[in-house]
């Protein structure tokens, strides 16, 4: 769950203080239920379900916020994503009319045109290839 939300260069300290507050919660945990055993055991069992309620609730405020921030490595005006996303254009409607995909289009028909050229020149040097060799016996 850290590795996809914590930039790499930073990763290593969050592992670290993750790995310092799981110890120290475990250790204030045992403790106060220690405590607790000594007055009750339901005291024990009310404590403990309600702190895993409470995890319950954390892991879902934690889930909706993460869905809202989508790329946590994008910078603040690269957030749009999908739809909302803006159109990157590098040069201005009026020099280029077209759009993506009918430029596509021509570029796919100026590679089928190459390769149309490259067919027809591979057929004519076979066929003087041919005669040559024909031409000599």
Same mark, same amino acid.
């Given at each position: 769950?850290?590795?996809?939300?914590? $930039?790499?260069?930073? !990763?290593?300290?969050?592992?670290g203080l993750f790995g310092t507050g799981f110890g120290v919660a475990w250790f204030?945990?045992?403790?106060?239920?220690? /405590? /607790?055993?000594?007055?009750?055991?339901?005291?024990?069992? /009310?404590?403990?379900?309600?702190?895993?309620?409470?995890?319950?609730?954390?892991?879902?405020?934690?889930?909706?916020? &993460? /869905?809202?921030?989508? =790329?946590?490595?994008? @910078?603040?005006?690269? !957030?749009?994503?999908?739809?909302? %996303?803006?159109?990157?254009?590098?040069? $201005?409607?009026?020099?280029?009319? %077209?759009?993506? %995909?009918?430029? @596509?289009?021509? @570029?796919?028909?100026?590679?089928?045109? %190459?390769? &149309?050229?490259? @067919?027809?020149? !591979?057929?004519?040097l076979k066929k003087q290839l041919l005669r040559e060799v024909e031409g000599k =016996?």
């Amino acid at each position: 769950m850290l590795t996809g939300v914590i $930039p790499t260069q930073k !990763r290593s300290t969050a592992f670290g203080l993750f790995g310092t507050g799981f110890g120290v919660a475990w250790f204030a945990g045992s403790a106060i239920m220690g /405590l /607790l055993y000594d007055k009750s055991v339901v005291a024990v069992a /009310l404590f403990s379900t309600i702190l895993q309620l409470a995890a319950i609730l954390v892991i879902f405020v934690a889930n909706q916020a &993460a /869905l809202i921030s989508m =790329n946590p490595y994008a @910078k603040p005006k690269e !957030r749009k994503t999908g739809a909302q %996303r803006p159109k990157i254009r590098h040069v $201005p409607q009026s020099v280029e009319p %077209r759009t993506r %995909r009918e430029r @596509k289009a021509e @570029k796919e028909g100026v590679a089928a045109e %190459r390769r &149309a050229i490259k @067919k027809a020149a !591979r057929q004519y040097l076979k066929k003087q290839l041919l005669r040559e060799v024909e031409g000599k =016996n």
